[in-house]
């Protein structure tokens, strides 16, 4: 059953006795004084059986104690360790000194409900419920910022030899957990005993500069994992109840066998030259993927999608994606998710070049939702880019620089869309055509199917207010820089959903430290409004009076 907190504050706690001690400017006095209104029992009532079982730790307290954790960066046990002996975390969390609020495994199954239950927006929900009960948030219409930025995945990433070691490993150990032995004596017994060691690729005595010797070890441990998978089929038919586990392991090692292995003609294996789109790098964190932020910034894990009210500078919404997918990946997603959150309507998405293509520009349109980004530049080389033709889309008609202009459009097949052609003859004789077409047919012109989008957005924000809107995207850009700052640069976890929990918690500690910033601003502008009224008034004028502080000092005059 779910335990409550009473509302009656203790005599004797540490909040009672040691906040002037912790600091009255602090974010643990903030959760000292907002903590009853800020996270309540009764939100979490769906986690607990109503009418039977043991008394739960409070859930309000819980809750508490994993923001505490976020805030700090610390483990699960360190933060069980704080609430013990930590004054900021004992007045944070309203407890006794000598109380002891939990142990690390309840607070660690408490955690794994709030993922499994996909509570983390709820969460993000208080605390934008917090700002608007604070006087921060006020406007009912949003204006919101997107942008992405890395995560380092938790799980190892390794080369072909090992990943492929390291999951027949995995295998071994499900069959023989099946079994009902150890994975070690299993693999002994069928002959997998080499993946049982530190690193098959760090123990294998061969020769790595000899491509034979390479080739022959991937040979071999081909063949150990088809034997493998072929042992694999058989316990699925053997054991019903573990076959979905079986199959789950089973199909990460085919698809391992499938990206980075390929027979050889002659015969033996060989590694697949290039890399494949969606190439899995981790056997621990099979939903991690190589990623890029630019051309020369690199990582392997996934990638976090933040909205921010470019007022407040609140974070609304937040997505873990793919670490090799497009930045507008799931745009669309997080402005709803924004409104769901808020409660208020989103009058305008602002976003970087990255959310400015055109199929982002025709998801945003289709839902008649305002989309401010730059347009992605059309770059051809010394020759005339796209953007020097004007191209009249009502008149199907594109003028070139030299002045010549042609009708001739040629639809695409698929798609949408197609291509405007000049004449050879035209461009043949055209004094610029050295500064316009490298080769020798004519000059073409690609016409994507949302144009009219594009050249509609280049207009825009060739305006004031375009200009406005793309220079106060920065905003974004500041929150991400303080998510970094509260470690979601690191997945803390395995994969992407709970990779998503860590982002969120981060994101609530950040937007209650701007709340609480708000609050002592507003207290501070109270007590000098406060001290101005008190102070005793000139009868004659109606302005206090000033007093010196010291007599004043007798001196010579300055002509003296």
């Known amino acids: 059953m779910m335990g409550t907190r009473s509302p009656q504050d203790k005599l004797f706690a540490a909040d009672q006795i040691y906040l002037d001690y912790v600091g009255r400017d602090s974010l643990y006095e903030y959760l000292a004084q907002n903590r009853q209104h800020l996270f309540r029992d009764e939100d979490f009532a769906s986690l607990y059986c109503l009418n039977n079982g043991r008394t739960s730790v409070a859930p309000s307290l819980a809750i508490s104690l ?6 700090e960066g610390v483990s699960f046990a360190e933060a069980i360790e704080r609430s013990k002996y930590d004054l900021r975390w004992k007045v944070a969390l309203g407890l006794e000194m000598e109380e002891v609020p939990m142990q690390k495994s309840a607070l660690q199954e408490f955690e794994a409900k709030l993922v499994l239950l996909e509570m983390g927006a709820g969460l993000l929900q208080k605390s934008i419920a917090e700002a608007r009960r604070a006087g921060y948030l006020k406007n009912r219409n949003l204006r919101v910022a997107l942008d992405t930025t890395p995560i380092l995945g938790k799980g190892a990433v390794k080369d072909t030899y090992n990943l492929l070691a390291e999951s027949i490993e995995q295998l071994a150990c499900r069959l023989a957990e099946v079994e009902g032995e150890s994975g070690a004596a299993w693999a002994e017994r069928q002959g997998f005993r080499r993946y049982f060691g530190s690193s098959l690729k760090g123990e294998a005595a061969i020769e790595w500069n000899d491509k034979a010797q390479r080739e022959q070890l ?7 994992a088809r034997r493998l998978l072929g042992l694999a089929e058989q316990a699925k038919a053997a054991h019903a109840e573990q076959a979905e586990a079986i199959a789950a392991a089973a199909a990460l090692l085919e698809r391992l066998l499938a990206q980075d292995v390929e027979e050889k003609p002659e015969a033996g294996c060989q590694i697949k030259q290039g890399t494949e789109k969606d190439r899995l790098t981790s056997v621990h964190d099979p939903e991690m993927r190589h990623g890029h932020k630019s051309a020369s ?5 996934h990638k976090a999608a933040i909205a921010v009210d470019i007022e407040s500078q609140l974070i609304v919404a937040v997505e873990v994606l793919a670490g090799n997918v497009g930045d507008q990946e799931k745009a669309l997603e997080l402005v709803q998710q924004s409104e769901r959150v808020t409660g208020a309507e989103v009058e305008e998405t602002v976003g970087d070049c990255a959310y400015g293509g055109g199929p982002t520009r025709r998801a945003f349109a289709d839902e008649d939702r305002v989309l401010t980004a730059k ?6 080389g010394d020759c005339f880019s796209k953007s020097e033709f004007a191209i009249d889309l009502e008149k199907r008609e594109v003028r070139c620089p030299a002045g010549q202009t042609t009708t001739d459009y040629r639809a695409a097949k698929e798609g949408g869309g197609g291509r405007f ?3 050879a003859a035209t461009c043949q004789d055209c004094p610029l055509r050295s500064q316009c077409v490298l080769g020798k047919g004519p000059r073409t012109i690609s016409i994507q199917a949302e144009e009219g989008l594009q050249q509609q957005a280049r207009a825009h924000n060739q305006t004031e207010a375009g200009r406005k809107s793309l220079r106060e995207r920065v905003v974004v850009e500041h929150r991400i820089a303080r998510l970094v700052q509260l470690g979601i640069r690191r997945s803390r976890y395995f994969g992407r959903t709970k990779t998503r929990w860590q982002v969120v918690m981060a994101a609530v500690v950040a937007n209650l430290s701007l709340v609480m910033g708000h609050c002592r601003r507003q207290e501070a502008a109270g007590a000098v409004s406060a001290e101005a009224a008190a102070a005793p008034k000139n009868g004659l004028l109606g302005a206090p009076l000033v007093f010196c502080s010291r ?5 010579a005059p300055a002509w003296a």
């Open 66 to 71: 994993l923001l505490l954790r976020a805030v």
């Open 218 to 224: 991937l040979t071999a441990i081909v063949q150990d």
């Open 297 to 301: 910034q690199r990582f392997n894990g």
């Open 375 to 380: 347009v992605p530049a059309c770059n051809n």
């Open 421 to 423: 052609v000049f004449a």
């Open 551 to 555: 007599p004043f000092a007798r001196s």
